[in-house]
């Protein structure tokens, strides 16, 4: 049986936006099961092998909130494949413009919007999740696992983890169970329902092409934090309450 790995992570801001919410963002007080799982993704994933089954979230510290103002851009970069063709050479870039001047938007509009942001700040998480092999792959799980814990151990990822927004890094280290781990923070939150993940996390992921109509599958639960304690459903029960899968 798979063993949970697990890892503290911290950073100064966060924000896990609540889906409702369309034009200003406003973070749920934890972190998700799904910013969770794309920080064990950033560290480490085969996703033709395996995939991350986050299965508990501990608050180490106090939900705080802080009001911040952010510019962003408008426009959203096209799909991977369309990426793919400018790196290629394949196709002519087209650049996203954040600003400038009307001779080059075409438009007196900008490229950009602000907006609020209620984020949180001085966020501590430890957690907790184990590997699920794809068929084919049970044999290989105490390699994905020591491969795992070298990576933590030195540092290393595949890209930055973040907190929800790219422009807020997750920092991160080892824990080894009952090694001296200090208690959670005496936090009860009945949040309600919770953004799960965006993605099906039933099948070996890959990446959505929009340019043929794929889109996320959203998935929602209903969170209670106990003691400082979210426990998190396996994305198969029938706690997670699934829409439309993809296209």
Known sequence: MQKDQI????????????????????????????????????????????RWQVTMIELLSHPRYIALRRNEVKDKVPSLRTVQRWMDGKEDPQPVFADGISEILGTDQKGRTQRQTMALKNVRYRLHAYIRPWAGFENRITAFEAQFSRRVSQGKCFYQPYLGCREFPAYFESVVADDGMSNPKDVDLDIGLMLYDVFDLSAPGKSLDTEKGETPAISLFRAKVEQGVLVVPEYESTEVLKGGGRA
């Open 7 to 50: 890892i503290e992570v911290w950073g100064d801001f966060a924000c896990f936006t609540r889906p409702e919410l369309k034009v200003e963002r406003f973070s749920y007080p934890v972190i998700t099961p799904s910013a969770a799982r794309g920080i064990y993704d950033a560290i480490y994933c085969k996703p033709a092998e395996f």
